[in-house]
């Protein structure tokens, strides 16, 4: 038995002087087992090299061990695995359990149970210990000796934790850190490495556990070669704090005593550091680099250089868009593959989309090293959500994550279909479980229709649609809810899934991504359902037959799910290799790109993560306890980590940083960066910068057809900009295109988005005719909206594009349901022969309750019965009505005009006929709507007319507004009203007002003591209604007969001449009523035949305050944009009344 040190700088060639060796020892037929020990996530590289080294006939003498590898060769053998094994996931499960159950006996961890991130910490924690041999005596016995309050609180919280674990899982199971243990006790009946020859390759360290293996392996073995990065033999070797190999020093340190103690002969080292096998004996550059990296003092290179060049980006885009340039170029014109080329970064998730949307570009064929997290798959999401359906009680985020993940047999249409509806009612938890049929009305503003057979037929599907969802689920709660063991949970969702048919639709996802080349997709599929078995084994295993919670067994899922990673094959030999600065393994790297060589990601930035800090980890080995290295002990690992990866590569070497991250804040370049500048005074720092200002190179721009094609369009875009003419080599470029079959159209598909204007065509009339009918019905509010931009009134109204509905009130709602009350509450009145005369304030209370409560009972499923919030709302409401119609009894009490008609409507079925207007071409038009209360005062053969319009929002009346079509509807139901009067009636009717009536109830500010009658009279004032009123002082008075100068109830004021007050009255005279009704009647028309013509154009009106845009849900859809040529708004300048009258009479005539 003998130890034998190989020593040797990074490229030296000790990977390849054991491989020699090992294929030494085949030639010469020795007869002993040879076996190369190296870490876990290097053997299959390993393996590739002792094969490619010896052949196959070799590697039946020789083998690849990692240390686990090497416990199952022994265990195999002599026995001891026979405990089941536990993984990391089963791990951390068990651990999830265990301080879930003990929370409130933590002192310190107790409230952190929930953070995300910290079962792992505790997991690594308990890892870490054993590892590095800590027993839970040893955390016992230096509880007494520890000052430090917050250390001690860590340490019983610990020993609770890991005394629990040890205790539950040393009953029948073993975890991967008791492998090493039990290793180290079964190696004494084993005959394994009994006189091996070992080599032992790629390791800087080792944890105690490894070191007591080691022990007796080198005890047993003939030889022990172990491979130490560092030049410096034994015998001179020093541990000084600044060194570079002073991690691999303190190894060979530790080995040394390890032979000493056990009588071990230390054979002549191996020295490599010159050989003909060295990586850079070709490369003076890349040899000077690798030997005065971290050297001090450094010797600086004096010749010109070019295998190490240096790039600065404006971003990581444009950093990762120069490598993609430059590797393409390499294998252009350098003749190398892609497999001979690697790029590493400290950030491989920053980067790592980056990487695949520029070499995808590039048609750059890679591989990312780098396992996946299977939180986001499919199945898992099924699982997870399927849990919480039942533990959240049927949350919407539960049941459509569920739904969604396309492995249930339900369309995406009626998935859409059943969201729609959820949404619309607030279907959640008992909606879901009782087995009543859902029979919610879809629209809540329909408070008096019948349900219809269409909406019939749609309940119908819906219902169907809901019964697939909830069987399975209702199934799955029967089997897992309740009083259920682990073991019981596991089965049950186990069923759950087999009923499902997911095994079965896995398959066939499997088979359709391999044939459709889809392998990484195919091979993460089939792993990912071997590990849902394994996870639900693992709680089967470490919980058995204890009981479990549902919302436990939920996150002990989750946990257990977010421990495992998937492992990616490459679908090609012939690719570039990504992968972190941790990952990076092969050793036949001849290009190697090093992105993101910014401060803080390369050298990485260390800091004091997990459970014990820097001044823990002191204390504790003060009192004898090793532990894992501290933040200055870890640097120094960096450090040579760096050092590594800088001497990768054996031809070139190309490191690039960003100037500034994704929010445009400016970041540094790395240490790295300053030490290779000083030590080659003579490299380029090449950089895009001035190329990202429109400076691009010529030929060097022009590489794959695809990111070709972006700088042909830059280019183009550039010239026009500054009206210059295209380069020739970009006219060769856009011909080329021009003539490939599969880029001709793409070219002049964008080459049309330079005179791109945004109009939007005008409609042609058959199309029209289709959207609105041979005969246009159109009620006022849609031609405002037609006002307000045409191209919303087409979205709206003609394609009929719906904002989704949500189980909520809007203001439409609202609205047509205190319309609906008001209609209800009039019509009472009548049914009971009052009149609001006869009726106090608390008649007032007691009905609207009455009318509320029995409109509200004929709605089941109402959102205003749903939930103590809403009936909050309702409770708002009555007080609002209750408000409004004692409001209105106070203006019939101080008026002569009497209500004669409530919500009366105009229309081929209304209560009057529609309002007929004729085009000029001769066509008619039939507008329709409904008037909320018509109020009359008769005066002999004469009736003035009132129009009130009940607002449950705040409404001016402007007549500007009149002027530009955006508030008609008054005028309209004032012109409907009196053409019905004359008509049928027989009287001539005159224009009282047009009125506005705010549904309120307000709160009023006040200053010191104030009476109820000056509340309510304020209260009045604020409620005031707004419009437009005839200029005649009597009809004023017979609508406030109270008033003295200004009315507490309509906008008049009287002079004391006894004259209206224009300054301080909305008045208009008959004549001038006469001339809005016929200006109304003739911006119609204009608005009428503009949409039978099929203007749909995106033209939204602005003026200083507001525009057509300001509340506009159509926006993605027009893309209306000022920047863009065509796209123009409607200037609307505000003009007094008393210019609106001269332009008025102007358009009409007196």
């Known amino acids: 038995m003998s130890i034998r040190f190989i020593y040797g700088r990074a490229g030296s060639g000790k990977s390849y002087y054991c491989l020699q060796s090992i294929k030494k020892r085949i030639e010469e037929n020795e007869n002993r087992n040879l076996i190369l020990l190296v870490p876990e996530q290097f053997s299959f590289q390993a393996e590739k090299n002792l094969l490619k080294s010896v052949g196959q006939k070799g590697m039946l003498k020789a083998q690849v061990l990692s240390f686990k590898r090497a416990a199952e060769r022994v265990f195999g053998e002599v026995g001891g695995g026979t405990r089941k094994h536990v993984n990391d996931s089963g791990k951390a499960i068990l651990l999830y359990e265990i301080i879930e159950r003990n929370k409130k006996k933590l002192k310190v961890f107790g409230k ?207 950093e990762v868009e120069n490598s993609a340039r430059d590797i393409l170029k390499m294998c252009r014109d350098e003749g190398f593959r892609f497999r001979d080329i690697s790029v590493v970064t400290g950030d491989l998730d920053g980067y790592e989309n980056i990487i695949k949307a520029v070499f995808n570009q590039y048609n750059i064929p890679y591989f990312i090293d780098k396992k996946r997290e299977i939180d986001d798959s499919p199945i898992i999401i099924l699982i997870i959500s399927a849990i919480e359906i039942l533990s959240k009680n049927w949350s919407y985020e539960a049941v459509f994550r569920y739904l969604k993940t396309g492995l249930l047999n339900l369309e995406f249409d009626e998935i859409d279909m059943l969201e729609n509806y959820v949404l619309a009612n607030g279907i959640i938890g008992k909606k879901w479980t009782n087995p009543k049929p859902w029979n919610y009305r879809i629209n809540y503003g329909n408070f008096d229709e019948e349900i219809s057979e269409e909406e019939t037929e749609y309940l119908k599907k819906i219902n169907c649609i809901r019964d697939k969802v909830r069987e399975p689920i209702l199934k799955l709660s029967k089997d897992i809810k309740g009083k259920k063991t682990g073991q019981q949970m596991c089965e049950g969702l186990y069923n759950f899934l087999l009923n499902l048919e997911v095994p079965k639709k896995v398959e066939t996802l499997i088979k359709e991504f391999r044939n459709t080349s889809k392998l990484d997709k195919a091979n993460e599929y089939s792993q990912i359902w071997n590990i849902v078995v394994d996870i639900l084994d693992q709680i089967a295993v470490v919980i058995g037959d204890e009981s479990i919670g549902m919302e436990l067994f939920s996150e002990v899922l989750a946990n257990g799910f977010s421990q495992y990673e998937i492992g990616v094959i490459p679908a090609s030999l012939d690719q570039v290799l990504v992968s972190s600065v941790t990952r990076l393994r092969s050793h036949d790297v001849r290009i190697l790109y090093i992105v993101g060589v910014n401060d803080g990601i390369f050298p990485a930035s260390i800091s004091a993560d997990g459970v014990f800090t820097d001044e823990d980890r002191d204390e504790l080995r003060k009192r004898g306890m090793e532990l894992a290295k501290d933040t200055r002990s870890r640097a120094f690992e960096e450090q040579l980590l760096v050092y590594g990866i800088l001497t990768k590569a054996d031809k070139y070497l190309t490191l690039s940083y960003s100037m500034s991250d994704e929010e445009g804040k400016s970041k540094r370049q790395s240490i790295v960066i300053s030490i290779i500048k000083k030590l080659f005074p003579k490299v380029q720092e090449e950089s895009n910068l001035k190329g990202i200002l429109g400076d691009k190179a010529g030929i060097e721009a022009v590489n794959g057809p695809k990111d070709t094609f972006n700088e042909l369009i830059s280019n183009i875009r550039r010239s026009i900009e500054d009206n210059n003419s295209v380069d020739p080599l970009w006219i060769n470029v856009y011909r080329w295109y021009k003539n490939d079959p599969s880029w001709s159209k793409k070219v002049e598909t964008v080459l049309k988005g330079f005179s791109y204007n945004n109009y939007i065509e005008i409609l042609d009339k058959s199309k029209v005719r289709r959207l609105y009918g041979s005969h246009l019905n159109i009620s006022v ?18 394609l009929k594009v719906e904002d989704r509905k949500m189980y909520n009130l809007s203001s439409p709602d609202l609205g047509s349901f205190m319309h609906d009350i008001l209609k209800k509450f009039s019509i009472q009145l009548k049914e009971k022969k009052l009149t609001w005369n006869d009726i106090d304030r608390n008649w007032c209370e007691e009905n609207v309750k009455v009318v509320v409560d029995s409109t509200l009972s004929g709605m089941p499923g109402s959102i205003l019965n749903s939930s103590k919030k809403y009936k909050h709302i309702t409770d708002n409401l009555k007080k609002i009505l209750t408000r409004s119609v004692w409001l209105i009894a106070e203006h019939m009490k101080r008026g002569k005009f009497v209500p004669r008609a409530y919500e009366l409507s105009f229309g081929d079925s209304g209560d009057i006929p529609p309002i007929s207007i004729k085009l000029h071409s001769g066509e008619e038009v039939s ?40 508030q008609m509807q008054l005028l309209i139901y004032l012109d409907a009203i009196l053409a019905e009067l004359d008509e049928k009636f027989n009287k001539e009717g005159i224009p009282g007002g047009i009125l506005y009536f705010k549904l309120d109830d307000p709160i009023i500010k006040t200053e010191g003591n104030i009476s109820d009658s000056e509340i309510e009279k304020k209260i009045l004032k604020s409620l005031r209604m707004n419009g437009l009123l005839l200029n005649d002082p009597e009809i004023i008075r017979q609508m406030d007969s109270e008033m003295e100068r200004t009315s507490d109830i309509i906008c008049a004021s009287i002079k004391k001449d006894g004259n209206l007050s224009k300054t301080q009255s909305s008045l208009a005279t008959r004549e001038q009523f006469e001339l809005l009704r016929k200006y109304v009647r003739s911006i119609i028309v204009d608005l009428s035949e503009k949409i039978l013509e099929g203007d749909i154009e995106a033209a939204p009106y602005k003026n200083k305050s507001k525009t057509g845009c300001s509340y506009c849900i159509y926006s993605a859809i027009c893309q209306f944009d000022t920047s863009i040529k065509g796209n123009e708004y409607k200037i609307i300048k505000d003009k007094k009344d008393e210019e609106v009258w001269k332009d008025i009479e102007g358009k009409v005539g007196k």
């Open 112 to 318: 952190s149970t929930k953070k995300q991130g910290f079962v792992n910490m505790i997991s690594d924690m308990i890892t870490e210990l054993k590892k590095y041999n800590t027993s839970i005596k040893l955390l016992q016995d230096s509880l007494d000796r520890i000052e430090n309050i917050n250390l001690k609180n860590k340490l019983e919280d610990i020993i609770i934790i890991y005394s629990e674990f040890q205790e539950r899982l040393h009953k029948n199971y073993i975890d991967s850190e008791d492998i090493l243990s039990l290793l180290y006790e079964k190696l004494d009946k084993s005959n394994f490495f009994n006189n091996a020859e070992v080599w032992i390759d790629e390791f800087y360290s080792f944890t105690p556990q490894e070191y007591k293996v080691l022990e007796k392996v080198i005890y047993k073995s003939y030889r022990t070669n172990i491979t130490l990065c560092t030049d410096i033999l034994s015998e001179n070797s020093s541990l000084e704090s600044m060194d570079l190999f002073l991690p691999t020093k303190i190894t060979e340190k530790k080995l040394l005593e390890i032979a000493k103690n056990n009588n071990i002969s230390y054979d002549k080292p191996i020295s490599l550091k010159s050989n003909s096998y060295s990586r850079f004996k070709g490369n003076a550059e890349l040899g000077h680099l690798e030997r005065y990296i971290f050297s001090y003092p450094y010797k600086t290179y004096k010749r010109s250089n070019s295998s190490i060049r240096i790039f600065k980006a404006l971003n990581k885009y444009t």
């Open 781 to 798: 509010s849609r031609l405002e909206k037609f006002s307000e931009c045409p191209f919303a009134y087409f979205v709206q109204y003609g």
């Open 927 to 966: 507008l329709i709507g409904r008037v909320d209360r018509i109020d009359l005062l008769e005066q002999d053969s004469v009736v003035y007319l009132r129009i009130i319009d009940y607002k449950s929002g705040t409404k001016e009346f402007k007549l500007s507004d009149i002027y530009y079509g955006f």
